[in-house]
């Protein structure tokens, strides 16, 4: 089954129908609505509800000041870390102040939503507006303050180097200075947030469901705030429509309200935001501005490289600096620079949070040493994959210490990866060296067309630690949890095929659980690509700890040492002798000693049952032993493990409109060994789709004010099949040496490096430098006009090309001298 | 996202919908496909208190043809217009403008009346309207009237229909013989509103053009007809370069900058789309000329 | 004319429609969307909401057999016609706990033409109902079909095959999508 196609258990269920997502549950419960913020910035003076609350169906109206206890205080600060020294969390209502579009002000629980948001119109929120803060540029201007507590608007500030850099660069033969841009975008999954709690007062205790990442986080949280113990709180991650991160961020303040007014009303309360909401109170991504000076040699190697970059953080930072930290490390790709220094300020703006996105700084990374490779190619008119492979740490190379810790604070060393053979198998897949023959055809036809590549290095199964647990029940049917979650990846799917192999049992027996705290109660949750790593492992371990006590069980049945039996469509055989054998289901039956039979099969497990001879001495359960056949099994790597990629893509820009057409796109993608290839491949695609998204059409617009003007799918453009092109996957299985199912992470893969390809290919095809993506044909043609007119910078491409062929030299080298040909320092576009 | 609550009216005729129209003044908003008005609704972006909700009124959902044009009902989908293979013998233009508005499945339920009524200077059916030199029959209980096109439209989401009218139907004209229509838009993504979108008539007769007519989309605050006739009479299409026309419809827009394309841009889409509508209308006529004189 | 039955709360109608082939009543105020209808007054849950402005596509249900966006329709708009939702899409079998699947539903299993499934109703409507106008499309024309619907986890690749795959079980089948 490991490595099998096999189709999801999941979707028949889901295909007829049947899936129970958030808002199909509690379908009797009251719900809840929000006031939220109409500015980016101001006091709240006054909230009056009086017109609210006699609407009928109205219940409660509650703002800040109706909360008690923890429920009071700010949000959790999730992930602390010493850099960030101006941190800031929100609080569940806003209390005074507001400081984003979209901060909730105050919660009204009715009988029903319509109703609900009846109400939430007529309560009058008196503002007085305070200067807002939107944008980088305004950010690090630092004229007007997000935070009084975060002077410069800077949450943080980290500096990590290896090696002299400075040095390096100076002594390099070339230098080059790029000035780079990456906008935000947003998770967007198709079903937003929701949180469904259910208070029952005989018990005195909460099950909360939630469309979360991480049920246990959210358990842990919620129990905190409420003054609960953790006994008494349950979380379970129903059937969810998507998370690609924004979904891990816990706890929203709806996930705290929602449970406390539940307990509050004795009752059942619902949440579930619409698209509005989803827009300007959850989570965005990826802005950055980034300026990079690269020294290089004459084949193109990176001897040194100083990124300096300003994130975008938005208001709060609940999720500490992961997503810039993640940017600083895997920025380095597979590439080993002589030195390397990189320096970010995370900044605070007037806009929704940024936390995790499909990708969490990934792709601003790859964005930067992508960039950064394709301007050293053009500069020295080498190919741009030679220059790439001059960079390649080479598979002797492995293990790789880059000499900096990774997001899970441990160090950022690459376990496994061949990208020689990456490179190799994509230049194969795209036709890289016939491109240039196939570009001079398209130009006779008056069309322009260019190649992109980008790769990257992903670190995958970041812990601490996940875990599984196995029983077999006496029908023969085999449960299987673990606590992180799921969001479309197919767990049901994969740990039971996993599971299946290492029990052998029919995959038909075995059914998955994910993200249900009363199920399994440790966990961390499902990001950062770790699930298959993490859940998998500790399933495995698992798995193999009941098939050791299956054996050993059988074993003493049939009188034979456990190493002689093998497990075949859940039966226990001795190997050679299919005759001699035993059930699962009956060694089930057998591992829990029985005084009361309560069916047939449990019969075998009462105490008069046995046949033979019995040894009195011996307890019904052994020193050391568990009633049942069942295990547990934890995995807790040291460090992640580092998946691979790189992608191609074959774009055409229409020469009078601008209009930009993916008209090829290829992924070589090496996650190691897969357990099911169909499904890494459909996570490779979604990611793609996401990252073509983000490189062409998605793109959070902010006015000066604070406004979001494109709060809705109308003009939030996410891509249609239409926009997305064929899809040609190649895949290379460098095994991971960290954990024994040899595995990587894959669900992120698609989307890192899809902006810097087409922004390669775009660059390719027009002969002037890239630098800001996304990009619309608007700008494109913006950037044209502005090339025209000199303000941008050829390539030098086309000259060099012209060059060698009128002086014959090639390999030409350019000695560094200081003309503003040789310094391509390149702008943002506007 | 949900609506506020309203007062709903299912009128079985359109005396009957009339009549509640004049009762309910400004506080009534015709119900017909709903597909701009609920969106609208649903972000509490207007509050009427009562919807007339003409879907059940009997007798609005035909296309009839006519000699001098198509002629649809208030309730005749987009779908069912874009498929009807009647309308599209008489008036090529609809079938290739209605393929460009939304998506298929927005299609089934909007109404091409509804659209007109809707005045959006991003929809095409206006344009359309426009070009074909069209009226929207439009009553009250007070009467009937006809309002040509160009008197339909008053600004950007404002047609003339006074608080207690309704769209009855519309009647798109038919273009004299010799004449190729076409129509292209620009969008960001398929389906999307049009940043430029341009539909053109031209008229060929013994090989030279004799008459050529333009309108937009999402360029104009309202849609009118841009006249290329004097400029392009007496030249044969294959003789055309286009660019002239081009340069006249640059100069005859203006459109706005918004966040998904600068003014600058759209105008230069305009450009580029007269040309290649023009030359598709062109080629559009002489095929259809060829197809008149073998009597097929 | 829908009777008007008076509560403290909003003024509620009687509403009814037929919902895969059976006949539901039910009282809901004259705002409540049919989207919302199906999904709570009702409690058929296949259909989903994505956006509430008639983009996203995930509310997609057959009106009278044409796919239409149920979160841009009044319940009470709909009453007396006929809708088809993803619950109704298979064939009902005695005694099964699972109906038998369609040909679209089949070939979105065996193409994986889903992930989370949230937006997958949405699809299999529009797919069912596009198969029957046009049984034999090519791989261009099944994109074009599928490009009114909103999918941020499969890229749409699979979503293409599913398509192809739905018209050729048809066929096997001998019968319609």
């Known amino acids: 089954m490991f490595g099998a196609p096999v189709q999801r258990r999941e979707d028949p269920r889901l295909v007829s129908g049947n899936g129970r997502y958030l808002d199909d549950l509690g379908q009797d419960a009251l719900a809840a609505a929000f006031v939220r913020s109409p500015y980016a910035h101001a006091r709240i003076l006054d909230i009056d509800v009086t017109d609210a609350i006699d609407i009928p169906g109205v219940l409660a109206i509650y703002t800040h000041e109706d909360l008690d206890g923890k429920t009071a205080e700010r949000l959790p600060l999730l992930i602390p870390h010493p850099d960030l020294t101006n941190p800031m969390t929100g609080y569940c209502l806003s209390r005074e102040v507001v400081k984003h579009v979209g901060e909730a002000v105050a919660m009204v629980v009715a009988t029903d939503r319509y109703v ?126 998507g998370g690609f ?106 806009t929704v949070m940024v936390t995790p996105y499909r990708g969490a700084g990934r792709p601003q990374g790859v964005f930067a040493m992508e960039r950064t490779m394709d301007a050293i190619a053009d500069y020295l008119g080498l190919d741009r994959t030679d220059v790439r492979s001059a960079n390649f740490i080479q598979v002797e190379d492995m293990p790789y210490d880059h000499g900096l810790l990774f997001q899970d604070g441990r160090p950022l060393m690459y376990d496994s990866g061949d990208f020689p053979a990456s490179l190799a198998k994509l230049k194969e897949l795209v036709g890289w060296d016939d491109f240039a023959a196939y570009r001079t055809q398209a130009a006779a036809e008056g069309r322009r067309v260019g190649l992109g590549i980008g790769c990257y290095v992903e670190g995958t199964g970041v812990g601490p630690y996940e875990g599984g647990h196995i029983q077999i029940e006496t029908s023969g049917r085999v449960n299987v949890s673990t606590g992180l979650t799921s969001q479309g990846q197919g767990h049901q799917t994969v740990f039971a095929q996993i599971v299946a192999d290492e029990l052998g049992v029919p995959i038909e027996d075995v059914f998955v659980t994910t993200g249900d705290t009363r199920r399994f109660g440790y966990a961390v949750g499902t990001f950062a690509s770790r699930a298959a790593v993490m859940s998998g492992n500790a399933i495995a371990l698992a798995a193999r700890n009941v098939r050791e006590k299956a054996l050993r069980i059988a074993g003493d049945a049939l009188e034979v040492d456990p190493g002689d039996l093998e497990i075949i469509d859940g039966i226990v055989r001795v190997k050679g002798d299919p005759e001699s054998s035993i059930a699962l289901a009956t060694v089930a039956v057998m591992s829990n000693p029985l005084r009361y039979a309560f069916d047939e099969s449990a019969k075998a497990a009462t105490q008069f049952a046995h046949t033979g001879a019995m040894d009195y001495s011996k307890p019904p359960v052994a020193d050391g032993e568990e009633p049942g056949l069942e295990g547990k099994g934890y995995y807790s790597p040291t460090r992640a493990t580092f998946a691979n990629g790189m992608h191609a893509a074959i774009v055409e820009t229409d020469p009078q409109t601008a209009e930009i057409k993916i008209l090829r796109y290829c992924v070589i993608h090496d996650c190691g060994r897969m357990i099911n290839p169909m499904i890494v491949e459909g996570q490779v695609h979604g990611g793609v789709a996401q990252g073509v998204g983000g490189a062409l059409y998605e793109r959070m617009v902010y006015d000066d004010a604070g406004q979001l003007l494109n709060a809705s799918f109308m003009d939030f453009l996410m891509p249609y099949a239409s926009e997305v092109p064929h899809i040609e996957t190649g895949h290379l299985e460098t095994p991971s040496p960290l954990n024994s199912l040899g595995i990587k992470g894959a669900g992120e893969a698609g989307t890192i490096p899809v902006s810097a390809v087409i922004a390669s290919a775009i660059e390719d095809a027009e002969g002037f430098p890239i630098t800001s993506m996304p990009i619309s044909p608007d700008e494109l043609w913006n950037l044209r006009r502005q090339h025209a007119d000199g303000l941008i910078p050829d390539l030098r491409r086309g000259s060099r090309a012209m060059a060698t062929a009128t002086s014959n030299a090639t390999n030409a080298t350019t000695t560094p001298n200081a003309t503003n040909a040789t310094n391509a320092t390149t702008t943002p576009n506007a | 996202m949900k609506p506020s609550a309203f007062v709903h009216h299912a009128p079985r005729s359109v005396e009957e919908a009339l009549a509640v129209l004049a009762e309910l003044g400004h506080d009534g908003k015709v119900l017909a496909g709903g597909q701009s008005l609920i969106p609208i609704l649903n972000m509490r972006l207007a509050a009427p208190g009562h919807l007339v909700d003409i879907n059940r009124v009997a007798g609005l959902d035909t296309v009839e043809i006519k000699p001098d044009g198509v002629h649809i009902g208030a309730l005749v989908r987009h779908a069912q217009l874009e498929r009807h293979d009647g309308a599209f013998a008489h008036l090529p233009l609809l079938r290739q403008a209605l393929v460009n508005v939304a998506h298929p499945v927005i299609r089934n339920r909007g109404t091409t009346v509804g659209s007109l009524a809707h005045a959006d200077p991003s929809g095409e059916m206006p344009a359309v309207l426009a070009l074909t030199s069209g009226y929207v029959d439009v009553a009250s209980s007070r009467g009937t009237r006809t309002v040509a096109a160009k008197d339909f439209f008053l600004g950007p989401l404002e047609s003339c229909l006074a608080e207690d009218e309704m769209a009855t139907g519309a009647s798109f004209g038919r273009f004299p013989a010799g004449t190729g229509t076409a129509f292209a838009e620009c969008t960001r993504r398929h389906g999307d509103y049009a940043l430029a979108g341009v539909a053109a008539a031209l008229t060929v007769i013994d090989g030279v053009i004799t008459a050529a007519r333009a309108s937009f989309v999402s360029v104009t605050p309202t849609p009118d007809v841009l006249d290329l006739s004097d400029l392009l009479a007496g030249i044969a299409p294959q003789d055309c370069d286009w660019a002239q026309a081009s340069d006249m419809a640059i100069a005859h827009v203006d459109p706005d900058t918004d966040i998904h394309a600068s003014a600058d841009y759209r105008r230069m889409l305009v450009g580029v789309l007269v040309a290649r509508v023009l030359a598709e209308a062109a080629f559009n006529a002489t095929a259809s000329a060829a197809t008149d004189a073998t009597g097929a | 004319m829908s009777e008007i039955l008076r509560t403290d709360v909003e003024p509620l109608v009687e509403i009814t429609l037929r919902v895969n082939g059976v006949k539901h009543t039910a009282a809901a105020p004259t705002r409540r969307l049919l989207s919302d209808f199906l999904r709570h007054e009702l409690r058929l849950t296949g259909t989903h909401v994505g956006c509430e402005h008639g983009v996203c596509g995930a509310c997609t249900v057959l009106f009278d057999g044409t796919p239409m966006r149920s979160c841009l329709m009044f319940a009470v708009t709909a009453q007396d016609h006929d809708i088809t939702t993803v619950e109704g899409l298979g064939q009902p079998v005695d005694g099964a706990e699972m109906p038998t699947m369609s040909p679209v539903q089949q070939a979105f299993i065996e193409c994986h033409g889903l992930q989370c499934g949230f937006c997958t109703p949405g699809f299999l409507t529009t797919i069912t109902a596009y198969l029957k106008e046009n049984p034999d499309p090519t791989e261009t024309e099944a994109r074009e079909a599928i490009s009114g619907n909103l999918c941020r986890c499969t890229g749409y690749q699979n979503i293409v095959k599913s398509v192809l795959r739905a018209a050729e079980i048809a066929n096997e089948r001998g019968d319609s999508a």
């Open chain 1, 116 to 241: 609900a948001e009846d109400a939430c119109e007529r309560i009058k929120v008196d503002y007085e507006q305070l200067t807002v803060v939107v944008g980088l540029e305004k950010s690090r201007a630092a004229k007007v303050l997000v935070h009084a507590e975060a002077p410069g608007n800077i949450a943080a500030h980290m500096v990590q180097e290896v090696g002299d850099t400075a040095a390096a660069i100076a002594a390099a033969p070339h230098r080059l200075t790029l000035s780079l841009q990456i906008e935000r975008s947003a998770s967007m999954p198709m079903e937003g947030r929701g949180v469904y709690a259910r208070w029952d007062g005989d018990e005195q205790s909460i099950r909360l469901y939630s469309s979360t990442q991480t049920s246990t986080g959210v358990r842990a949280a919620v129990a905190a705030k409420l003054g609960m113990p953790l006994a008494k709180v349950e979380c379970i991650a129903p059937d969810v429509g």
């Open chain 1, 245 to 350: 991160g924004v979904k891990i961020v816990h706890p929203w303040p709806e996930e705290v309200l929602i449970p406390w007014a539940a307990r509050r009303l004795d009752a059942e309360v619902k949440w579930v935001e619409d698209r509005r909401e989803h827009f300007i109170s959850s989570a965005h991504e990826r802005a950055q501005l980034q300026d990079i000076e690269v020294g290089f040699d004459d084949a193109g190697r990176v001897l040194g490289l100083s990124v300096k970059f300003w994130h975008d953080n938005g208001a709060y930072t609940p999720y500490g600096i992961i997503v810039p930290i993640i940017t600083s490390t895997q920025l380095l790709g597979p590439y080993k620079p002589g030195a390397y220094r990189v320096e970010f300020f995370s900044m605070y703006t007037n």
